[in-house]
């Protein structure tokens, strides 16, 4: 049993250590919070399988004396491209052994021979050990698996009570009384910080969002997605808001020319168009802009983002010798600099740069200044444009934005009124 034990540690930290690679992080020993978070991220975009940041590092540490829920195996083994837990598990098993020799018989035990009454009782004694043990297996299973039931009978919808202002208050109505499973969570986008635990007998919570964007609210049970809602806050133009760190941390909603603008690091343009008709898998983005390294970033950076109602599309430029910290995504297709070649993306983006992305039949391609700079396919559309961005870790200063359908329809063609 307990070789069994170690089988299966051993098992699930392989199975973590190809999870880590696949998503760009090779070497699990030197992974931050960030690099964490980047991989729950991932799992959970592939799989729709939340696992939280606390679990991935008990499991990457080996700090486990059990094996964890099947929903959490089955996310890890699909994220490697295997239907479930036990298709990973018999894929890693060795090629199976010659069978030993059996071994000789020993010598006749000097010893009296047990009376014929031990002899009739001794397989019934042994039906009942084995079903004993039987009856053991399977209650440890269900007290480790904690199986989810009745998951369609699931209710959840939202209605906004303050249009389409920022900050935005959002009512959510859930019915989970009837679903088997042991936590139940709303999460109002792709933030897990916006997580909410909610419970069985309520069926109300009210939320803030603080950024506008086509956002894809979530019901959770245990750590799988089992409900899905679009929660729209389009823009009226352009809008700018500000961070003290790249994606985390309060909203600050400032002007470009704010006094305090030096205590943040990351800067955000975004226009979320009140109609959302045209695919992401069929698009021309055409851009003039530059970076205003106001806060003497050693590496500064330009991200550029189409906002699609599922996955992501953006990359990121910055000076070539800052590329291995660069990141890129194009539908399901995850690029990290650490372990993709994005140097082809390295720009002086502190001087005005022509920027040109272009998607044909899920084939992204960048260009930088008319010369093709980076292309990437997917698998896996994002659905339809619901918006454009742009963040940065200094001010930006765009001249011109021209978003078009490939047939030449106009999506955004008008730029922010960036700070010059």
């Given at each position: 049993m307990q070789a069994k034990r170690n089988s299966d540690h051993e098992l699930v930290q392989r199975c973590m250590a190809a999870v880590c690679a696949k998503a760009g992080f090779p070497d699990t020993t030197a992974l931050v919070q960030r690099d964490l978070q980047t991989l729950a991220d991932a799992i959970d975009a592939r799989t729709g399988v939340l696992i939280s940041l606390s679990t991935i590092k008990r499991l990457l540490g080996g700090q486990f004396s059990r094996l964890p829920q099947v929903a959490t195996l089955n996310a890890l083994a699909q994220y490697l491209g295997?239907?479930?837990?036990?298709?990973?598990?018999v894929a890693q098993k060795p090629a199976a052994e010659p069978a030993a020799t059996p071994a000789a018989e020993p010598a006749a035990d000097p010893a009296p021979?047990?009376?014929s009454r031990t002899k009739?009782?001794?397989?019934?004694?042994?039906a009942g050990v084995i079903l004993v043990a039987a009856t053991l297996a399977l209650l440890a299973v269900k007290l480790v698996h904690h199986p989810l039931s009745n998951l369609d009978k699931a209710q959840f919808s939202a209605t906004k009570v303050t249009g389409?202002?920022?900050?935005?208050?959002?009512?959510?109505?859930?019915?989970?009384?009837?679903?088997?499973?042991?936590?139940?969570f709303i999460q109002q986008s792709w933030d897990r910080s916006r997580r909410v635990r909610i419970y069985k007998k309520?069926?109300?919570?009210?939320?803030?969002?603080?950024?506008?964007?086509?956002?894809t609210a979530k019901l959770y049970a245990n750590d799988r997605i089992i409900k899905t809602?679009?929660?729209?806050?389009?823009?009226?133009?352009?809008?700018f808001y500000a961070r003290e760190e790249l994606f985390k941390g309060p909203v600050a909603y400032i002007t470009p020319s704010s006094p305090d603008i030096a205590k943040y690091n990351a800067f955000i343009w975004v226009c979320f168009p009140e109609t959302i008709q045209y695919s992401s898998d069929d698009f021309t983005l055409n851009c003039k802009i530059k970076v205003n390294n106001s806060n003497n970033a050693g590496c500064p950076f330009l991200m550029t983002e189409i906002f699609c109602q599922r996955n992501f599309m953006y990359f990121q430029n910055r000076p070539k010798g800052c590329s291995s910290e660069s990141f890129a995504q194009f539908g399901d297709n995850f690029l990290n600099g650490k372990t993709h070649?994005?140097?082809?993306?390295?720009?002086?983006?502190?001087?005005?740069?022509?920027?040109?992305?272009?998607?044909?039949?899920?084939?992204a391609t960048v260009f930088i200044n008319g010369i093709p700079a980076y292309s990437a396919t997917y698998q896996a559309s994002g659905g339809l444009i619901t918006g454009l961005g742009f963040i940065s870790n200094g001010l930006c200063t765009v001249d011109s934005v021209d978003l078009r359908t490939g047939d030449g329809r106009p999506i955004i063609t008008s730029h922010p009124p960036s700070a010059r």
């Open positions: 295997y239907p479930h837990w036990q298709a990973f598990r021979q047990r009376s009739r009782h001794f397989p019934r004694m042994a389409n202002d920022i900050p935005n208050s959002v009512v959510f109505h859930y019915n989970v009384d009837t679903v088997m499973a042991d936590s139940f309520n069926y109300t919570l009210t939320d803030i969002y603080y950024e506008p964007g086509y956002h809602i679009p929660v729209s806050i389009p823009t009226n133009g352009w809008v070649d994005l140097s082809g993306l390295g720009a002086n983006i502190t001087s005005w740069q022509n920027l040109r992305l272009t998607v044909k039949d899920r084939k």
